[in-house]
């Protein structure tokens, strides 16, 4: 169980050093996790993580952590994981706060976010593409036909309507309600 | 930005608000940022905090931790950023800690599998929209392409190390920035 707590300090740690430009980059990192710590989190739970984390206040990578910090050791877990991924953050700012203002100008660091975002993109590509298949596929991979139409429904609702997402979280439980969507 | 000692306990609250009512983090909360700490406390103005917006793209971590961390040390040293940034990751932990805990009681309640079953589909919906649009703001020439192509090839068919190859990415777009520039193609 303490190992634990220090294995999620660490791990988490290293998620928020390399989680650069929000919370959907640190999926393809709890993803790794469900394969390193088979005990921990499973891609099922990924998935509710994720659903759970998007219909909750709070930044997703914190919510995320919280959630996988619990899973492993409790409430104890949900706070370590939490500070875990906060840590390199605040460390980082603390160090460079003399110098942020001109930051963002500096031509290496512009050169590096040149290189690191199409690859992040495909990071974050390859971690939800497994939500996508589990929420729209069936295990033999054939098609989930209601929850592809839809995904489909919503997908243009969201495109053509400015609301906050935060409605159409609402919408998408009480359509799946509605319909009686199984897992 | 003034310097008149703000109170550790109203940072704590500020930040704890933010957290508390926005949904979805990054850049959801910069509306709420922006009134709570520029129009409300006058702490930094709008500009500032637009600047550390695209700053916390190029920087490690969560923006809402970033942003509460340089405003907390800026502010009152070390304990104000602890106390910010705790404040904004706080209401995360309580809520996330007791619908965890709610769920696993009704993880089997044939209504929230249904409901949680459609949140899935909105929320593929919704990431297929913010991949979208990273997609256009990522991929902006050849190259970029190329290296996409490249990530998406080494992860799903080789599985390469995530960090390498976030390692190896900046390196990468440093050395082909460079040779560009010798060779005169951007600036």
């Given at each position: ?30 993803n ?43 409430v104890?877990?949900g ?10 953050a ?12 001109h ?20 990071l ?18 054939s ?9 489909l ?23 799946g ?7 | ?18 957290g ?11 509306p ?17 905090l ?21 405003i ?14 705790i404040g ?10 007791i619908?965890?805990?709610l769920?696993i ?38 190259t ?16 390469i ?27």
């Amino acid at each position: 169980m303490i190992s634990d707590i220090f294995l999620l300090y660490f791990e988490f740690f290293k998620i928020g050093l390399f989680t650069i430009g929000g919370g959907l980059a640190a999926i393809p990192f709890i993803n790794e996790l469900s394969i390193t710590y088979p005990t921990w989190i499973t891609s099922e739970d990924i998935s509710n993580m994720i659903a759970i984390s998007q219909s909750t206040p709070g930044p997703l990578g914190v919510n995320m952590a919280t959630f996988t910090g619990f899973k492993v050791a409790g409430v104890i877990g949900g706070i370590v994981a939490s500070i875990a991924l906060a840590s390199p953050a605040f460390i980082i700012i603390m160090i460079v706060s003399k110098y942020l203002k001109h930051f963002n100008d500096k031509w290496y660091v512009k050169d590096a976010m040149y290189g690191i975002k199409s690859v992040v993109l495909a990071l974050i590509i390859f971690a939800v593409s497994k939500i996508f298949i589990y929420t729209l596929f069936n295990i033999d991979f054939s098609i989930k036909y209601l929850e592809l139409s839809l995904y489909l429904l919503f997908l243009i609702l969201y495109k053509f309507i400015k609301i906050h997402p935060l409605y159409f979280i609402f919408a998408g439980a009480l359509t799946g309600i509605l319909f009686k969507l199984p897992t | 930005m003034n310097n008149n000692k703000v109170p550790l306990s109203s940072l704590f609250i500020s930040f704890f608000s933010v957290g508390a009512i926005t949904f979805g983090g990054g850049y959801a909360m910069l509306p709420f940022l922006e009134s709570e700490i520029c129009d409300k406390k006058k702490w930094i103005n709008s500009n500032e905090l637009f600047d550390f917006y695209a700053i916390g793209q190029c920087t490690p971590g969560v923006i809402a931790i970033n942003v509460a961390t340089y405003i907390g040390y800026n502010k009152r040293g070390v304990l104000g950023a602890i106390f910010a940034s705790i404040g904004v990751i706080a209401p995360s932990i309580i809520i996330i800690t007791i619908i965890s805990s709610l769920f696993i009681n009704f993880q089997n309640n044939e209504y929230v599998i249904s409901a949680i079953s459609g949140i899935k589909v909105v929320v593929c919906a919704i990431m297929s929209h913010t991949i979208y649009k990273l997609i256009k703001k990522s991929i902006v020439d050849k190259t970029t392409f190329v290296l996409f192509l490249l990530a998406l090839l080494l992860i799903f068919v080789f599985s390469i190390n995530i960090i390498i190859l976030i390692l190896s990415s900046i390196v990468i777009g440093i050395i082909v920035k460079k040779v560009k520039r010798n060779l005169n193609y951007d600036k």
